[in-house]
């Protein structure tokens, strides 16, 4: 691999960013004027995708997480990424705040409570449904589903990109991942501009949709907690708030903006984990969470490689649960993943991979004993049928939760800016990571770039919301997921060869 110092430089076409704008206006004007059309598109497309590639999904993320382990406890374990003198930018603890913001915090905020009750009613496994097996078997699927895979997913993406940008000087592009493989003329030519156009509606798309969940979620928290309507007026309202600050945030860069806002996310994530561990029922939740733990890890290989040759009820939960999870991920890797690289220079590869793969995962496991273990104690010991709320409506699944424990209230409103933090860390993330890729892979990009995809997600957030088709973009872009498995399996294989070949060298 040749340094690219001058690609840069010597590429000033704006084709990727006009190309992916143009694009992306195109889909959402689809869904604006035809969203039944739109909708039925969206619904074959990925009942397609997991009927004929649910083996694949499975296969490959698989395949990272081995290939993960392999890197950190092979012999290429302490190398670093960047230059052997290079050390970390960042403290261990903004490090794993901004990683964990970027990559999985809204998501367990939206999920932490409501998924283990959805499961323990609708158990694929045979268990019989509100049982204490059921709820067992509800935390190892919720387990299963945050643990190692998703980071993973992004950990594949983001080794080689921090190794390439931080000693070979590479762009900040996911096409940069593709020259050891393909050689530089291939990747400055059309074969590069598909795949970073592909990384930048994959992105946009993700985010976009994320941002109307979210608005979706802080609505409903706003009417449980101030009685306030859940109307499309307040919810554009919601989302033109948060984009002042996740644009402003990512503007300001990554020391002065980013950072704190995840800083920030960590205490008050802990503050309300320790609350409600309090509050809640604690020995329990300490139970659950050992309990959980080793079903994870006893399940693990099992649930990692089953599939439903044989239809029945695991067919359902594989479709509507794991393989859309595992298709997220993948969509999601390319922002994720190249946010994680840009702020993991100086890192060893062990060191590296114990960060984005072993501690997040720790940290959703705990989350999901505190607040999924609380929802199921009121449902099996105290006889609240909280899981009928949540089945019915999951954006209210938390504040539903809280309104049965002390301090129920001021819960809910720390939650409520968990909430919007958390969801302005994932944004201003991609707002960065976004300009990075249509601004030829510059590590730090114009504020003006930032500045039109902050305001274009905003505004496509607002036209979906508007149109129902949130949902339909969101389904769409995990048609990402297939060829972007192809280019993180690629990425695997282009970092072994890159580290062989400075290792024969003499460069490591």
């Avoid at 739109?38 to 997991?50: C, E, N, R, S, V």
């Avoid at 992004?154 to 590479?170: C, E, H, T």
């Avoid at 999601?332 to 100086?346: D, E, H, M, T």
């Amino acid at each position: 691999m040749t340094d690219n110092s001058n690609r840069n430089s010597g590429q000033k076409d704006n084709s990727v960013y006009l190309i992916s704008i143009a694009v992306t206006l195109a889909v959402v004007a689809w869904g604006y004027w035809a969203p039944e059309n739109f909708g039925a598109f969206a619904k074959a497309l990925f009942t397609g995708l997991t009927k004929y590639f649910g083996w694949g999904y499975l296969l490959t993320m698989n395949v990272f997480v081995l290939f993960c382990l392999f890197m950190a406890f092979g012999r290429f374990r302490h190398v670093r990424l960047g230059l052997p003198e290079d050390r970390p930018e960042h403290s261990n603890i903004s490090w794993f705040a901004m990683l964990f913001s970027a990559g999985m915090g809204v998501g367990l905020v939206f999920y932490g409570a409501a998924e283990p009750l959805i499961h323990f009613g609708n158990v694929p496994f045979g268990a019989e449904p509100g049982s204490i097996q059921a709820a067992r078997d509800a935390m190892q699927i919720s387990f299963f589903h945050w643990g190692l895979h998703p980071w993973a997913g992004y950990a594949v993406i983001a080794m080689p990109m921090a190794y390439y940008q931080f000693r070979r000087n590479s762009p900040g592009l996911i096409s940069s991942l593709f020259i050891p493989l393909v050689g530089q003329k291939a990747v400055d030519g059309a074969f590069g501009k598909i795949v970073d156009v592909l990384a930048i509606f994959a992105t946009l798309a993700g985010i976009t949709t994320s941002l109307g969940l979210g608005t979706l979620q802080l609505s409903s928290g706003l009417n449980e907690v101030m009685g306030m309507d859940k109307t499309v007026m307040i919810q554009i309202v919601i989302i033109v708030f948060l984009a002042v600050f996740y644009t402003g945030s990512a503007v300001m860069g990554i020391d002065r903006g980013i950072k704190w806002v995840a800083n920030f996310n960590l205490l008050v994530c802990l503050g309300l984990m320790v609350t409600l561990f309090l509050v809640g029922p604690t020995l329990p939740i300490v139970d659950s969470l050992m309990t959980g733990i080793g079903d994870y890890v006893s399940g693990l290989i099992k649930e990692s490689f089953s599939m439903a040759p044989y239809g029945g009820p695991y067919e359902s939960h594989l479709k509507n649960w794991t393989l859309y999870y595992w298709a997220w991920w993948i969509a999601w890797a390319p922002f994720v993943g190249s946010f994680v690289a840009r702020i993991s220079r100086g890192r060893t590869i062990a060191e590296f991979v114990a960060g984005v793969l072993i501690v997040p995962a720790l940290g959703s496991f705990t989350w999901f004993a505190i607040f999924g273990t609380s929802g199921l104690h009121l449902q099996l010991v105290q006889g609240i049928d909280i899981a009928a709320q949540v089945t019915k409506d999951i954006s209210v699944g938390v504040f539903a939760l809280y309104k049965y424990y002390p301090l129920g209230f001021i819960m809910s409103v720390l939650m409520l800016v968990l909430i919007t933090t958390f969801f302005v860390t994932s944004a201003n993330s991609a707002t960065f990571v976004l300009s990075m890729y249509s601004n030829h892979g510059d590590l730090n990009p114009s504020k003006s770039k930032m500045g039109v995809w902050g305001v274009l997600m905003a505004a496509l957030a607002i036209v979906l919301l508007m149109t129902g088709g949130l949902q339909n973009l969101q389904t769409v872009s995990l048609a990402a997921a297939p060829p972007f498995a192809i280019i993180m399996v690629c990425a695997c294989a282009s970092l072994w060869r890159s580290l062989a070949k400075d290792e024969t060298e003499g460069k490591l």
